[in-house]
């Protein structure tokens, strides 16, 4: 609270504060404004990157548009956004072109394990007992974008660009989980027969491991103690004793205060000091700035003691025994292996730029300093190497290769015809198919913007450098063949055409007005005689006759005739007829002379150069080229005078005189053109061993071969120089100095642990080891390790012989061997110093003086071995030119050689190299390859004759087979049952070839010579005869070539009107029936009347009329086209492009050919192909490359080496030629030569060095032997140096192994490798590779040692060749409700694991609800039942309501079982009042109870009883008979149905 007195001052002053305070917050949010606007409100949000332009590959680059937001979402301006934030609207991208498709590919990898799906829970689904078969899951790969040289990602963008990627998930099946799978339990261990407590025990193997969650393996052991254990007497329990020793300790230097300063040492076990004393020796010497190795021995020991059977150790002196283990031993203390430092990186191999991406690769070294000594960490890599990429945009880009070819060369159709005939000869032009070659070559690829790329030729280069599939080097082509042309016959003469073009019957025209004619009209009407009753009545002239001579000479002229006859006589006053004279006239015709001028020409002569014109072609470039230009053909002509000769020029008019220069193309020069010489095969870099010479060459290819006089072709195509400077290899060397003496543990070491000072026992001994090269300079250790198998060891055991050990000289030399090879040789040792006179040194046995072994025999066997070799014939020559194997050339067949390999060994059986039994290794013998003969036709006959004379026909022409292919040859084509090949091509014959030619009729002969006139009816005749319609002369011929259906008559009937009688004209002709012949139209023809008769009869007819009828004197015409022939070529052409026709003949329609000019008239419509291109396939025989070199032997020495050579098809058969043979490939076994192998031996026993258990080691011996290629157990030792060098590997010749004490819980051995079993789903394999199991467990000796048991081990690998095995429950038969349920595996195997343990049937039996009622039990059908001599009353609900005694059950004469009563409902009221008293006659285990005896004993007494009363009552019994009351109820339960 404010004082009173202040409260106007604070008044005023609050008044000005707020005042400033409004002003200043104006001030500051205005500002924040301004500040927010930039950092708060406004945004940059940029849009997606757009495609990516540029150079190809890493040049490229991809923009984006950049927006400036406000933070209510509209754009601004883009400087309201702050320009430090702004992001990058470009950066480099990867452009993708399409040649990049060579170079990146999707890379997936294999799917993963199939896991189930994840629930909603986001957890996998625990193991439900739904599984049946298999659960769903998902299994991925995954997916990457690599390039395809060196394997390295990119981004995926980039293959996306050609293929979508490939799915990274799919859906898959997870089989059920299967639990371990185990053997059944071996039989129980037997007891030992001692007194105390003993265990035996059983084992079993594990089969198939679990799988998909299932569960693990159980206990594969179990133990149990003996049955019958006997206790032993106190004190007197019956233990073994066994000496224990311990591991080797490492490797340690005695301690400073062990030594004292007289030089004896004192061992002090207490101190901790570190200080040592070292025992060094020098090794060797490394290299001149490597320190000198020192090599440290120190000492190891281990720990005895005496344990007992129980586990329990006991007293060091319970295990005594003659030769105490060794406990302390020297050693070499373990030295890591040391190398110098890495090398610099190198330049990367890589020095230009592509657009693949591909990096090159550096690489750095380093080199051994020091080997691993006494089990040191061994030598890490020696080399290393990185992928690198050199960046700068002045780098060359790197080359890029391709395909190339020189031009095809010349069709060779000579090698077609030499497959088909081997003694084929040019005799004229060939034409035709044939087959033309190319050079196919690799080369460097020009950059498109290179200048001149169309001029420039390339080197070639090595052809792996190019990608993908070579182009053909040769291929089948075509040489055109000259043909003649074919035409038809001469078509009949046409009118003759006037030439003079003024005549006008020369022209048609249209009619104009008549006054443009100058010449007078011709008369509109003309004077003619119609004749009176009594006149001669004349026939009209006949048409001319045809000319008898095309010509006019001196002897004969050309003459035509016409006739006309006397139809009628005449009467008295009449006009009389003419003489025979004037019924005949002649005129002359064809009035040229016979001699023709026509003007011949020869061939045009070859293209010739014109200087004129070649000089302006030059000049103007034509063509682009100046060496090609237009040249001048000429050829001469001659006036030819028919019949005569050559006359002079003048006399043929100049108007049709033929030209005799025309200008033609010149072919163009072609020069040869080359390739520049490939670079010089390269000179090996590095050194080479040996002193070989080596050489390099380079070669050139012609692409385009000299022509037209052009530049000829160089004659050196390859040239080859020796390498220079080429360096020889170092051979470098190790340099061994002796061993040092041998080494002991320290003798206060020795004494302080072992109690003796005797310096004696194992020790290690060292030398000194050293790389030189062959001029004895030293070297880097690395060289030698280069080119041996490793370093020969620098530390050996020695042993130092004690007082008590047998010492021996030297064995002395082997004695000689005699040329008896059943020899044999022997070297000798003596004792030396006391061991002459120890007994146990005396022992051959143990310590044999001589040893004695066979002489090496010289005497060898030769055995062949393998099977003969492919008959291998000579070498035949390449024809270098062709680039093809000609057929005539290789020697495909004939005589040759086949090789067989053998092995040569000594009289021992040991094999020896086969120079030994012969040079070569080989037998030979002479062996034939069978030539293949090809089908073998005739020549083509001639073609026959057209087999119809009118129309189209066929011709044929025939082959016919002479010898049948065999051995591979040629195959026949199909013949017919002659063995005939037939021809067949259509045929075309004029049908108005030969005709029939008529002369007029001879006048009417009349029949009665009594008439006073000779009139009436009479016959006339006629000649007539068959021509030739092509023979201008008109040739006669035999009548049979002229159509016989179409005979003119020779005679008929005719009639000499009398002069009283009507004549009437010749009937004219028929008028023409319409195309479609349709019957109800007409024919007419008319006649007309000459002169009427005297008398008042009418004359005959003037008209006659009949209907159109098809076929009879109505045709219909049409055009008839045959199938197309077969191809068809030239007479000097075997295959290539040909010639397929048809031909086209007018059919009437009865069928009869008539001539063309009868579809001609009708206009129909012509088809317009009658010819078309075809290609007859070239037979072309398989085209084989020769033979390559022999390979190299498959095995390097023994048995089972095999040498092959191949051959490859150029051209494959083509058509019917020479198939290609199925063997491209020959083998041959390689001579066989001995294998030196170092063989390792088994393992030893585990050597505990005097302990009874404990640890210890084994070792095995690494031995050379001589076999034939596979080491089996009688594979002969041999000296090693023919082995080579040791592989100086210690490590593998000795190994830790354990042997358990009595009482020592241990693992047993493996067990064997189970079946292979495969994963599988409803009896299908589910995966390729199946897996197999074994298992090592624990053997439990004393319970008191069980905690300290190892784990149960369990290996599983992958395998081939497994099975699908399904298992099954099986149980044995019930007994007592009870039986045996047991796993079976499909092969009979009883297992435990492996079956669905929802699937287990029920082992034992039980009723639902439980059998409690008396004399009840449960039946095999799981339901209650009643107990013998009772029988069921049912319940309605079909339970068990109580077990009734069966009547007379007790003489066990029935046994009555209810069955209609189970369903029946039983009044049981009574019975349940009651039931609870029920007696049970049985004890629980079956006996009868004493009451029974007691009651049927008082029974049968009362039973005397009333027999007795009722005779003294009865004296005189009546018969009667009754049912006794118990009995009423049966028949009303039972329906008597009883079993007795």
């Known amino acids: 609270m404010f004082p009173k ?83 990058p609207k470009e950066r480099s991208c990867f452009r993708v072109c399409d040649w990049h498709s060579d170079l990146f590919q999707w890379e997936v990898s294999d799917w993963h394990h199939c896991m189930l799906v994840p629930s909603a829970l986001g957890q996998t689904k625990p193991r439900t007992a739904e599984c049946v078969t298999a659960q769903h899951g998902l299994q991925h790969r995954t997916v990457h974008c690599i390039q395809k040289l060196n394997r390295t990602m990119v981004v995926n963008e980039i293959c996306e660009h050609f293929a979508p990627q490939p799915p990274t998930e799919q859906a898959c099946l997870i089989p059920c989980p299967r639990d371990c799978v185990v053997s059944e339990f071996s039989e129980w261990s037997k007891c030992s027969k001692g007194c105390g407590k003993q265990l035996q025990h059983r084992t079993r193997t594990a089969i198939a491991p679990p799988l998909y969650g299932g569960s693990p393996c159980p206990n594969l052991t179990e133990s149990r103690a003996c049955d019958t254990p006997i206790s032993c007497p106190l004190g007197e329990e ?122 090159g690769f550096r690489s750095r070294s380093r080199n051994v300093k020091h080997v691993a000594i006494g089990g040191g960490r061994e030598c890490p890599e020696l080399l290393e190497k990185e992928a690198c990429i050199v960046e700068g945009e002045f780098l060359q880009p790197c080359p890029r290769y391709s395909w190339r070819t020189s031009e095809w060369k010349e069709c060779q159709v000579s090698l077609l015809l030499e497959q088909q005939d081997p003694h084929w000869h040019a005799t004229g032009p060939v034409c035709g198919g044939g087959i033309q070659t190319r050079e196919v070559y690799c080369a460097q690829s020009t950059l498109a913007s290179t200048t001149q790329r169309a001029k420039e030729v390339s080197r070639p280069v090595e052809k792996t450098l190019c990608l993908g599939p070579a182009p053909s080097a040769s291929q089948l082509c075509n040489i055109p063949c000259s043909t003649d042309c074919i035409v038809s016959s001469w078509s009949a003469w046409g009118l003759c055409v006037h030439e003079n073009c003024h005549d006008p019957q020369g022209r048609k025209g249209e009619d104009v007005s008549g006054s443009l004619c100058s010449a007078s009209p011709p008369p509109e009407q003309m004077a003619c005689e119609i004749p009176c009753r009594m006149d001669c009545v004349l026939s009209e002239w006949t048409e001319w006759s045809s000319c008898s001579h095309s010509c006019s000479n001196k002897n004969s002229d050309g003459k035509q ?103 033609c193309l010149l072919p163009c020069k072609k020069d040869c053109i080359v390739t520049a010489f490939s670079e010089w095969t390269p000179c090996p870099r590095l050194c080479q061993p040996g002193n070989a010479t080596i050489k390099q060459s380079r070669y050139r290819i012609i692409i385009q071969e000299a022509a037209n006089g052009g530049q000829e072709c160089p004659d050196t195509l390859f040239e080859e120089r020796e390498c220079e400077d080429v360096s020889m290899c170092p051979i470098y060397r190790w340099k061994l100095q002796k061993w040092s003496p041998c080494f002991l543990v320290p003798e206060s070491v020795r004494q302080g642990i072992m109690g003796t000072s005797e310096a004696c026992g194992k020790g290690v001994q060292t030398r000194a080891v050293s790389c030189i090269s062959d001029d004895s300079q030293s070297a880097e250790m690395t060289e030698c390790l280069k080119q041996t198998n490793g370093m020969p060891p620098l530390v050996q055991e020695c042993t130092v012989p004690c007082r008590d050990d047998c010492t021996f000289t030297a064995w002395s030399k082997f004695t000689p061997c005699s040329a008896n090879c059943e020899t044999t040789r022997s070297r000798r040792r003596q004792l030396t110093g006391k061991s002459r006179k120890k007994e146990k040194c005396q022992d051959a046995d143990l310590y044999p003086l001589v040893e004695t072994e066979l002489c090496p025999c010289d005497t060898f066997v030769s055995q062949p071995y393998g099977n003969w070799s492919d008959c291998i014939l000579p070498e035949g020559r390449r024809e270098s030119q062709r680039g093809l194997r000609v057929q005539g050339d290789s020697k495909e067949c004939g005589e040759g050689v086949r090789f067989r390999a053998t092995a040569c060994s000594d009289k021992n059986g040991r094999p020896v190299d086969p120079s030994y039994c012969s040079s ?34 066929v011709r044929i022409r025939s082959k016919w087979l002479k010898e049948k292919p065999y051995n591979g040859g040629r195959p026949c084509p199909k013949l017919d049952l002659k063995n005939q090949v037939h021809e067949a091509v259509p045929c075309y014959s004029e049908c108005n070839q030969y005709s029939w030619v008529v002369e007029h009729w001879s006048p009417c002969k009349i029949h009665n010579e009594l008439k006073s006139l000779p009139c009436g009816e009479g016959t006339q005749s006629r000649k007539i005869r068959c021509v030739k319609a092509a023979e201008s002369e008109g040739g006669v011929v035999d009548n049979s070539l002229c159509n016989q259906d179409e005979i003119p008559r020779e005679t008929q009937s005719c009639s000499l009107m009398c002069p009283n009688e009507c004549v009437m004209s010749q009937w004219g002709p028929w008028s023409r029936c319409p195309q479609s012949c349709d019957p109800h139209t007409m024919q007419r023809r008319t006649r007309h009347l000459l002169r009427p008769s005297l008398s008042s009869r009418t004359c ?16 219909q015409f049409q055009y008839n086209l045959t199938e197309w022939s077969t191809c068809q070529l030239s007479e000097n052409a075997t295959c290539g492009q040909g010639v397929r026709t048809r031909l086209l003949s007018c059919v009437r329609s009865d069928g009869k050919s008539v001539g063309m000019d009868q579809c001609e008239q009708h206009n129909l419509e012509k088809p317009q192909r009658m010819s078309m291109h075809c290609l007859v396939k070239c037979v072309v025989n398989c085209q084989l490359s020769g033979w390559t070199a022999w390979t190299e032997c498959s095995q390097t020495c023994g048995h089972g080496g095999q040498m092959s050579r191949t051959r490859f098809v150029i051209m494959p058969t083509q058509g019917e030629g020479r198939p290609c043979p199925t063997e491209l490939t020959q083998q ?7 294998c030196y192998s170092w063989v390792l031996s088994n393992w030893s026993a585990c050597k505990l060095e005097g302990g009874d258990c404990g640890e210890g080691v084994q070792i095995r011996s690494l031995s050379c032997v001589v076999h034939n290629g596979s080491i089996s157990h009688w594979a002969i030792h041999v000296d090693n140096a023919l082995c080579g060098e040791m592989p100086f590997q210690v490590s ?42 074994r298992s090592r467990t624990f053997i439990i000796q004393s319970f008191e040692n069980q905690d300290s048991c190892p784990e149960q081990v369990l290996e599983t690998r992958p395998c081939t060749g497994g099975k699908c095995y399904h298992y099954t429950w099986k149980a044995s038969l019930w007994n007592n409700n009870e039986r045996t349920v047991w796993c079976q595996r499909s092969d009979g195997i009883n297992v435990t694991g492996g079956c669905s343990p929802q699937a287990r049937p029920a082992a034992i039996r039980q009723c639902n609800p439980a059998c409690r009622k008396p004399f009840s039990y449960c039946t095999q059908g799981g339901v209650c039942g009643c107990e013998k001599g009772y029988t069921e009353i049912m319940r309605s609900n079909g339970f068990l309501d109580y077990c009734m005694k069966v009547p007379g059950s007790e003489d066990k004469k029935a046994d009555v079982k209810n069955l209609a009563g189970k369903n029946r409902p039983v009044n049981s009221k009574i019975h349940d009042i009651f039931k609870g008293w029920s007696l049970q006659p049985l004890d629980p285990d079956g006996r009868v109870k004493i009451w029974v005896y007691g009651v049927s004993g008082g029974g049968f007494l009362i039973m005397i009883f009333l027999v007795f009363t009722s005779y003294l009552v009865c004296k005189k019994p009546k018969p009667h008979q009754s049912t006794p009351p118990q009995q009423k109820p049966l028949t009303l339960a039972y329906d008597g149905d009883l079993d007795m």
């Not at 040229?592 to 470039?621: F, K, R």
């Not at 028919?642 to 030209?659: F, L």
């Not at 192994?1297 to 819980?1305: A, I, L, Q, T, Y």
Request: glycine content about 8%.
């Open 5 to 87: 007195g202040n409260l106007a001052v604070t008044h005023w002053v609050w008044r000005s504060m707020r005042k400033l305070f409004l002003l200043l917050s104006l001030l500051l949010s205005h500002a924040a404004h301004l500040e927010g606007k930039k950092d708060n409100q406004f945004i940059w949000k940029p849009g997606p990157w757009g495609r990516c332009t540029g150079d190809c590959g890493p040049g490229g680059v991809q923009s984006r548009a950049l927006w400036c937001f406000h933070f209510e979402g509209w754009t601004s301006h883009l400087s309201n956004c702050d320009e430090n934030n702004r992001p």
């Open 238 to 359: 019956e233990y073994t004793f066994s000496l224990k020793v311990g591991p080797w300790s490492k490797c340690r230097l005695p301690h400073l205060k062990e030594f004292n300063l007289s030089g004896r040492t004192v061992l002090d076990f207490s101190s901790d000091s570190k200080e040592r004393v070292t025992f060094r020796h020098q090794s060797y010497k490394s290299h001149h700035h490597s320190k000198p190795w020192d090599i440290e021995i120190g000492y190891q020991t281990r720990q005895v003691w005496c344990t007992r059977s129980d586990g329990k150790n006991a007293m060091l002196s319970l295990c005594m025994q003659d030769s105490f283990p060794l406990t302390v031993q020297s050693c070499i203390l373990p030295k890591d292996c040391e190398t110098t430092e890495w090398s610099p990186w190198s330049s990367c191999s890589k020095t230009c730029r592509s657009g693949s991406l591909s990096p």
């Open 561 to 663: 005739t016409r006739w006309r006859t006397i139809l009628a006589l005449a009467g008295e006053g009449g006009k009389p007829c003419p003489p025979s004279q004037a019924l005949q006239e002649y005129r002359s015709c064809n009035d040229h002379s016979c001699m023709q001028l026509y003007w011949e020409t020869s061939p045009w002569s070859p293209c010739s150069a014109d200087t004129l014109v070649t000089a302006i072609n030059e000049t103007i470039g034509w063509n682009g080229e100046a060496t090609c230009g237009v040249g001048i053909q000429t050829r001469r002509v001659f006036c030819v005078k028919s019949h005569v000769g050559q006359v002079m020029t003048k006399r043929c008019p100049d108007s049709t005189q033929p030209e005799t220069v025309r200008p």
């Open 920 to 953: 070569s290794g080989y037998i030979q013998e002479e062996c034939v390859i069978p030539c293949p003969f090809d089908c073998k036709l005739s020549d083509w006959s001639s073609w026959g004759s057209c087999s119809s004379s009118c129309g189209i026909g």
């Open 1100 to 1115: 005959a007819e003037d008209s006659q009329v009949r209907p159109c009828l098809l076929n009879e004197n109505c045709f």
């Open 1228 to 1234: 041959k076994t390689c001579p066989v030569t001995p």
């Open 1292 to 1333: 593998i010749l000795k190994q830790p192994c354990s042997v358990p004490c009595p009482g020592d819980c241990h693992l047993t051995e493996w067990s064997e490798w189970s079946t292979c079993e495969l994963t599988c789903i409803d009896g299908r394999s589910f995966e390729a590779m199946g897996r197999q199991s």
